[in-house]
């Protein structure tokens, strides 16, 4: 049985990202999970996610990094602190930059693999590096700071 993703322990309040929210139906609903000292995440870009026929589009690669930079923080943010994910205060992460470099053109048709790697956790901010992978060939980078989302602004429950 697969763990529950990262996203799977963000409350309610906050679970309608277009990118990683379990509650939108008509979203990305990426799901990442640890892998060791890394995150992962797959995603099927559809025909409609193209740029030029037979790649797809950057803008929805720059939302995939972005969706599993909060992530891989989330869960960054959690094991720094010592805690299960999940657990009660919830840690939630919004992208403060995102710094995305496009290496080679993206396929359609194939699988995307998204390898996150924290690189600093300090205070409330967590710098992640975040690699789009198709058919094992890097595509794309992203640099994102995320920031913790104020106490105030999430719910307990």
Not at 2 to 8: F, R
Not at 53 to 59: D, E, K, L, N, R
Not at 68 to 88: K, N, P
Not at 95 to 115: F, H, I, N, Q
């Amino acid at each position: 049985m697969q763990p529950k993703a990262i996203q799977d322990h963000y409350p309610d309040d906050l679970s309608h990202c277009f990118g990683c929210g379990r509650l939108n139906e008509d979203g990305h609903q990426l799901k990442s999970y640890w892998d060791g000292d890394e995150t992962v995440a797959r995603f099927s870009p559809s025909p409609v996610h193209v740029a030029i026929p037979g790649y797809v589009y950057g803008g929805l690669i720059a939302s995939l990094i972005d969706c599993h930079g909060t992530g891989t923080a989330a869960a960054a943010g959690y094991r720094a602190a010592g805690r299960d994910l999940g657990s009660l205060p919830p840690l939630r992460y919004v992208t403060a930059s995102l710094k995305v470099d496009y290496l080679k053109p993206t396929p359609l048709g194939v699988e995307l693999e998204l390898r996150g790697r924290p690189l600093e956790v300090k205070g409330r901010k967590v710098r992640s590096e975040v690699r789009v992978l198709a058919n094992g060939v890097e595509c794309a980078r992203g640099d994102v700071i995320a920031v913790q989302i104020p106490a105030t602004m999430v719910s307990s429950t």
